[in-house]
Structures are given as C-alpha cells and as structure tokens.
C-alpha cells in the first residue's frame, strides 16, 4: 500500500479503529510485546504503531530507563497514541507520524511489528530495512494472521466494494498480500531468507463475536477501508449492506484473528 494512501485510510479510519482496540489491537499488542519480552532499559522500535496497541506494553516493559520510539504513517492513530501515554506518564514512549521505511534510528534491541509488513510495498526490502535498524544480536519481532482467519472476512469486503469500485478487480492481488507469512512455516522460511537466525513461531487463537453493526465497524476501522475510500454515503450503504449478506451467507459470525507471532535475531 502507498504510503501517503495508507496513512490517509488509516487516519480516516481512527474513530472505528478505537471501537476495536479494546476487543481486538490491544489483547493483540499486548500479546505482541510478551513474546518480544522488551527488558528494562532496552531500545525498541515499534513499527506501523497504530495507535500503540503493542507500544505501551512495550514501554511498561522497558520502565523510565528504556526508550520505545513508535513509528507511523497515520497521524490520526498516531495522535491517539500520543494522548494514552501522555494519560500514563509513559515519558519513555515517543510516538512520531512517519513513514518508518524512511527511519533512520537506532540501534535497537527490539524491532517489533504487528500485521504491518504486509503493507509494504516491497515486504522483503521493506522488512530488511526494520532489520537493519537492529543492534547485532537484536531481534525482530513480526506478528501476522494465520490462515483461515481474517482471510476469511476481506475478500468478502472486497467483493462487497466491487459494484462501486469495479477497478479493484484489476488489484485483486494485494488482497492477499499476507498470503505470504500466514503460516508459521512460511514465517520462518521468509526470516529465514532475509538472513535472520535463531527464529522461533508461536501461534495464537483468538476470536470475538461478530455482530452484523460491529462488523461493519471493524471495516470501516482496519485496512478495508481502503476499498471504500471516498465513497458517497449511499454508495457505503449499498457495501455495508452486501458485506452484512455476504458475512451472513458465509456463515461468520465469530472473527477469527487468530495470529502468528515470530521472534527472529540479526547476526
């Protein structure tokens, strides 16, 4: 996803991002930052923060001696961040809106990054880059959704859009950016050919119901909202409506954001 476009969806997006945090970006980053286990006084660096769902733990982690800088390219969810650890006391924690690919600090004892590398507009490069920012030794923490879960709910989101964007047909690859990593063999093979040593996969269940009203929100609030960006507001009556169908006919009543989470190591 373009950079300038990403940050432009996902700050629209902040209002229904913070329906979910509770349910869904915050037990999510939380178990994000348990397995990076970032140590008092440690460097981290969050990328594609969102609003710090797995940047305050993070920062609770490492306590007044630790720094945790947290990277993005949504002001809007950015500036949520800024206001929750300004309410914390969290002084160790630095949100800045930027395009992390462009980040230039470091050394870091922890990179973590939750459901962010997909969105790259080169994954390979994008996470060498994230590694690159590493202290030798550092390690690279990488969360994604695991097959047969979220995958389930974005074509449908897609397909729900298509009437009003018939172009998106022509883009139908990108929606299955995350195919790539949404294994835990294939999270280890791709870290594996980056360069990265000493990995380790861990993979998570996690649902929550899915009531037809909170689903459209979780649309509105997470990547999908790109499909719709700039519609008219009949024109997002008319998606919402075929989502909710679509969801209905699919059987979904439960969203599955069961997740891998791998720990990687830089030479």
Known sequence: MNPEFAAGVFSAA???????????????GAITAAVARP??????LD?????????VPAALAVGPSGTVDAVDVAEGLVEQGRQE???????????TAADVLSWTGGPYDVVQCCYGVFFFPDMDAGTRHLASLLRPGGRLVVSSWLEGGMARIVPIGRDAALPERPELAEHGERVNASDRVDTPAKVRDW????????????QVSF?????????????????????VAGLPPD????????????LAEAGLDTLD???????AHRD
């Open 14 to 28: 902040r209002a229904e991002f913070a329906d979910w945090s509770a349910r869904l970006w915050r037990p999510l």
């Open 39 to 44: 140590a008092p006084g440690e460097r981290v």
């Open 47 to 55: 990328a594609c923060c969102g609003a710090g769902a797995s940047a």
């Open 85 to 95: 650890a300004a309410a914390l006391g969290l002084h160790q924690l630095r949100f």
């Open 191 to 202: 870290l594996s050919s980056l360069g990265l040593r000493d990995i380790t996969v861990q």
């Open 207 to 227: 649902t929550q119901p899915l009531h037809p009203d909170d689903a459209w929100t979780l649309y509105l609030g997470a990547a999908m909202r790109a499909f």
């Open 235 to 246: 024109a997002l009556e008319r998606v919402r409506a075929r989502f909710v169908a679509g």
């Open 257 to 263: 954001a069961s997740t891998i989470v791998a720990v």
